[in-house]
């Protein structure tokens, strides 16, 4: 690092240094505090919320709770109770309608008249006097009120989100159990909260959470049993924030939330604690969340707010402290900058010129201009003595190399003369070496051609051996082959005449089949007739039943002298009653038993089909089979044939056999001479090689001496030019 930018360093870690801890200070103390006051505001306004809601919901759990100690409503008077309840919800304005329920789970509610075969309790068609009520026994409110462990408790319970059965719309009920003398409840009264208004209701109370909170807050409304009620939140759709899911025709649960949200709520909810941080993924930040239980319910308001706008006080601090800290450093840095360069340019200049002379092209004629007597004028004076010292050195060492360039042209001019004469003589020797080598190499490849005929003879002979006693193996496998077609050909006969025995069977076994088929269908016809002769038993307990409570009602207007024919027609009706049971029960087990006898039919069907497939399966292998031992047939006389044309292949590769074996024997007798030949080639050629390299040693040699006597000149050269870049 250059003495300048050191100067500018110390100065400016000295000038920054203090003023950086000083706002680091500032900026700990004043961000711990504005964080603290955000993270209670935060928490003041989930109370807030709250208590509006609870607010909201509390008015109607006052109706129910003072409601639900009258004799009227514990008594399911209906005829009493049902219009003052009615009238009270059309008064209120926010309340759907109210709804007494049974223990057995059918109920009644004040906007629906019931059906009044049922005293007035609601079934899914009212105008039917047969049609059953509707029970609410799945329902998890009547679980938790009514039928549940914790039901024998008085208590208040707000149901997740359902679809009324009356009315189709999302609404909240709002129950409390009832009891009289019992130790269990007798029902429960509850008030039906639609969507809509507490939907209008949450988003009026939230706004004002942009002007708090800014964008990207949300506030949810979650049931101990995980479900989501209800979520404020900003969409595409409106400007500001809005309920999304009390208008939606769908029940959230934490599963339709963020995963990192749910997993948030359920921490707060299980460790007790009123915030939580959190880092959403998909936001990509970190979020705070407070939750606070809505007063009186199983309710819970959870409130989540970004990082970023909840501290954005406290961020807006930060840029300014880190903008002012920002241009202070850039004024010290000005600062120290103009007074390191004053210091450090005296020696700029001293450095400059040493590199000059370092890099060998200096201008030794050079010297300082010195002022003053600190210690940069100290460092002038030796420098100036320093070139002056080195000035002369350089121009003796000049002096010397100019006289050794001399000696060295010298030297070479007598090398090339040496070299010439050399290789004049490496010449001669070389055109020697090459007829020698050309000679070897020709009678080398003479050699090598005729050891390759005699391999190629001997190859040709095993070649032809091989394939004699191949012949001899195809003539065996060929008969083996034919004795198995002839096998094979006689099992296909045997299997033709399978195929067709199976055909036949498949035949019979299909015609039974349509014998069963028409048994079961007779049986079918006549279960039906039975069935029909039940549904005649059956009128006939009605009517029986009917004369019985008529005869009933003349005994009751006879008085004390109808009450021996009232017993009678007593015993009439439970007759009547019993033969209409007993009616049921048998056309029950009747329908069982024509339902099982159409599910033969149905098999017995699918069999026949089946029978009719496997019939034609077995025509087409017969086919099949025909074909291939028509094929056999063929393959059998083709392979006879190829036996005779066998036979003469052999004949003639015996003859091919005894000419190889002749030829191989004068090959023999050529390899021998060729071989002397050789021998003779290799000596002269060895001769002449030991010749070639001597005078090549002789010329590298000499090669040597100018390689040197030039590298020589090419050194003092070097040394000329570098001390001719020096200025003397």
């Known amino acids: 690092m250059k003495l300048r930018k050191k100067l500018i360093l110390m100065f400016t870690i000295v000038s920054v240094m203090p003023f950086v801890c000083g706002m680091l200070f500032i900026l700990m103390r004043t961000g711990r505090a504005m964080r603290s006051d955000a993270a209670n505001f935060m928490t003041e306004y989930t109370n807030e919320i709250s208590g509006e809601i609870g607010a909201f919901f509390g008015d109607k759990i006052g109706y129910i709770s003072a409601l639900s100690h009258l004799p009227d409503i514990t008594g399911f008077e209906w005829a009493k109770a049902g219009p003052a309840l009615n009238r009270l919800a059309k008064e209120d304005g926010d309340i759907a309608a109210f709804m007494l329920v049974r223990a057995d789970g059918s109920y009644y509610r004040s906007d629906n008249p019931g059906n009044p075969a049922w005293g007035s309790r609601v079934t899914p068609n009212n105008n039917d006097p047969d049609s059953s009520p509707t029970l609410l026994t799945e329902r998890d409110y009547f679980k938790e009120l009514v039928s549940g462990p914790t039901a024998r408790n008085k208590q208040v319970w707000l149901s997740e989100p359902v679809f ?3 009315t189709q719309k999302k609404q909240i009920i709002i129950g409390t159990n009832l009891f009289t003398n019992q130790s269990a409840p007798v029902g429960l009264l509850a008030i039906l909260q639609e969507a809509g208004p507490l939907s209008e209701h949450l988003t009026s109370q939230a706004s004002r ?16 049993q995980g479900s989501v009620i209800s979520m404020i939140a900003q969409t595409d759709a409106a400007a500001g924030y809005a309920e999304q899911v009390l208008t939606t025709n769908e029940v959230w649960t934490l599963d339709s939330i963020p995963a990192e949200i749910a997993e948030t709520v359920q921490t707060l909810k299980s460790s007790n604690q009123e915030t939580a941080r959190f880092f959403w993924k998909e936001k990509k930040g970190f979020y705070h969340a407070s939750i606070e239980r809505v007063p009186r319910t199983n309710y819970s308001v959870i409130f989540t707010v970004p990082d970023r706008t909840l501290y954005a006080s406290v961020y807006s601090i930060y840029a300014s402290m880190i903008t002012i800290s920002v241009l202070t450093f850039l004024i010290v840095l000005v600062i120290s900058t103009l007074l390191g360069g004053r210091i450090a340019k005296p020696l700029a200049h001293t450095a400059k010129t ?26 002038g004076h030796f420098f100036n003595k320093f070139i002056n010292t080195l000035h002369g050195m350089i121009s003796q060492v ?25 290789e004049g003589i490496s010449g001669n020797v070389a055109d020697l070496n090459f007829e020698t080598e050309e000679q070897s190499a020709s009678v080398t490849e003479t050699s090598s051609t005729i050891h390759q005929i005699a391999k190629n003879i001997e190859s040709l002979t095993r070649q032809i051996e091989s394939q004699s006693s191949g012949v001899t193996e195809s003539s065996a496998a060929i008969q083996q082959m034919v004795s198995n077609i002839n096998s094979i050909s006689g ?9 067709e025995d199976l055909l036949a069977a498949s035949g019979d076994g299909r015609d039974s089949m349509q014998n069963v088929i028409e048994l079961v269908k007779d049986v079918s016809e006549q279960s039906q007739n039975l069935l029909e002769t039940n549904e005649v038993i059956n009128s006939i307990a009605s009517q029986t039943n009917l004369l019985a409570m008529n005869a009933a009602i003349e005994a009751a207007h006879a008085g004390e002298a109808g009450k021996g024919f009232s017993v009678v027609s007593d015993e009439i009706r439970k007759l009547a009653e019993s033969s209409s049971e007993q009616s049921k029960v048998i056309e029950g087990e009747l329908k069982k ?96 090689q030991a010749i070639a390299r001597s005078s090549d040693t002789i010329g590298a040699t000499i090669e040597e001496i100018m390689n040197v006597t030039g590298k020589n000149a090419a050194v003092v050269r070097t040394l000329n030019e570098i001390t001719g870049r020096f200025k003397l």
């Open 491 to 499: 099992n296909l006969d045997r299997a033709g005449g399978s195929f």
């Open 398 to 422: 000049k002096n010397q190399a100019q006289t050794m360039e001399t000696i060295s042209e010298e030297l070479e001019t007598s090398a090339e003369i040496i070299k010439s004469d050399i």
């Open 164 to 166: 009324s059965k009356a």
């Open 209 to 224: 959470l942009g002007d708090y909170f800014g964008t990207g807050s949300a506030l949810f409304l979650v049931s101990d």
């Open 354 to 379: 040493l590199e000059d002379i370092a890099e060998g092209s200096g201008d030794l004629t050079y010297r300082i201009a010195l002022s003053g007597k600190d210690e940069t004028t100290d460092v």
């Open 593 to 688: 038993v024509v339902s099982r006898i159409e599910t033969i039919v149905e098999a017995s069907a699918k069999a026949d089909d089946a029978f009719g497939t496997v019939a034609d399966s077995i025509r087409e292998a017969n086919g099949l089979v025909q074909e291939i031992r028509m094929s056999m047939k063929e393959q059998s006389e083709g392979s006879q044939q190829v036996l005779e044309a066998l036979q003469e292949i052999q004949e003639i590769t015996m003859q091919i056999r005894d000419g190889s074996l002749e030829m191989n024997q004068g090959a023999t007798m050529i390899l021998k001479e060729m071989s002397r030949l050789e021998d003779i080639s290799h000596k002269v050629q060895k001769s002449t």
